[in-house]
């Protein structure tokens, strides 16, 4: 497997992470966390904000993988299966959780929120987890 460091574009990343999540707030009221933008947004009073902000997000993924000489490419060799499995405990997590990484992670510890805290820390090693037991006890990717 290749991976590459790429500490520039991830820091610039992390800094328009940081300049959205703090402008929402700002100038909105609103924390950035995008499973509570995405549940909200299928309410029949979803704001016209909530479908922006998810818009960006999806836009902004396809602008940057238009870019040329970007290291960005697909990654293939997924079992659909364990794709839709991956999904659904992802969706069934930030339930559990009450927020996902981006609320907590982002916005939470910023706010120094010890519930926010504690959810990062679980979330990052259930992810730590997952991933050890599907690459080196079950042999899947």
Known sequence: MVTTFTPVSALIGGMLIGLAASLLLLLNGRI??????????????????????????????????????????????????MLLLAGLLVGFGTRLGSGCTSGHGICGISRRSLRSVLATLVFMLTGFLSTWLVRHFFNLL
């Open 32 to 81: 950035a966390g995008i499973s509570g933008i995405f549940h909200g947004g299928l309410r029949r009073q979803a704001q016209p904000w909530q479908w922006l902000f998810l818009l960006g997000l999806v836009l902004g993924s396809l602008l940057y993988s238009a870019l040329p000489d970007t290291a960005v490419s697909a990654r293939q060799g997924f079992p659909m299966p």
